[in-house]
Every structure is written in C-alpha cells, then in structure tokens.
C-alpha cells in the first residue's frame, strides 16, 4: 500500500498543500515498518505493542484522507481517496484481529522458541490431529 500511497500523493493535486503528501507517506510507510519491527524483535508482546503503533498510523492515514474527502481541491480525486480509506480500514481491522489472536495466545514469541518447545508443539499438533481422525473415523463408523 506504501509504494500505491507513493504514487497517488505524487499527484499535481498536492502541490501547495503544505507537508499533506509527505505526512500521507511517512503514516501509510510507517503501517508496514512498524509490524516488520514488531515482528523482529522476537517477542509476542513488542509485537503487539509495534501492532499498536501500526493500528495508530493507520488511523493517521484514515484521519488525512476524510480531511482529503471534503477538500474541494481533491474532488477530481476523491474515488480514489475513498479507495484507500477502505483498504485503510481493511488493515486496521486485520491488526486489530491479529493483535486480539496474539493476547489471547500462550506463545511468548519467536525468541523463547527452543528446539524442545518446537518439537513439543509439533506433537501436540500431531497428537490433535490424529485425536480428530480418530473421532472422525468412529462418527464414520456409527453412521453420522
């Protein structure tokens, strides 16, 4: 979305509007670098903290762009700024998701993952699935 954000506040239109296309860039860049940044770090909770600051930027991004809305110099553009509203909003509901799946889980992070945990989860994995297998076998064999 940054590189599209790039392209779309390069437009004439901009010109004369103080730091609007700039801002636009830094905010909607920053959505993208703040969950790499999270991720990185290695554990569960920076991530969520860093999901945080990305949910923030987007709603930088979603706060220019209804300002946008109702600038009459932005009229011949305002489609395509109602298009990135949405896909704005798209992404600030998918973090918010991913950030709730996060504080609900019991994983500390990549960095706590050992050899031993992995191998741990990878069994349970497997023990659950053949668990399932087992009922789906024996709901097969009663008829339901």
Do not use: C, H
């Amino acid at each position: 979305m940054a590189a599209e954000m790039f392209r779309f506040s390069a437009q004439p239109v901009f010109r004369g509007k103080g730091d609007l296309a700039n801002q636009l860039q830094r905010a909607t860049l920053s959505i993208s670098n703040n969950i790499a940044e999270g991720f990185e770090r290695g554990t569960t909770k920076e991530l969520i903290t860093f999901l945080y600051y990305a949910r923030g930027s987007a709603g930088e991004v979603r706060s220019m762009l209804a300002v946008m809305e109702l600038m009459p110099e932005f009229e011949a553009i305002r489609p395509q700024i109602q298009i990135f509203k949405k896909s704005v909003e798209s992404i600030t509901r998918q973090i918010r998701g991913w950030a709730q799946s996060l504080q609900d889980s019991n994983i500390k992070g990549q960095r706590y993952l050992t050899e031993q945990s992995r191998a741990t989860e990878a069994q349970e994995k497997s023990q659950q699935a053949f668990l399932e297998k087992l009922e789906k076998m024996a709901r097969k064999s009663r008829g339901l």
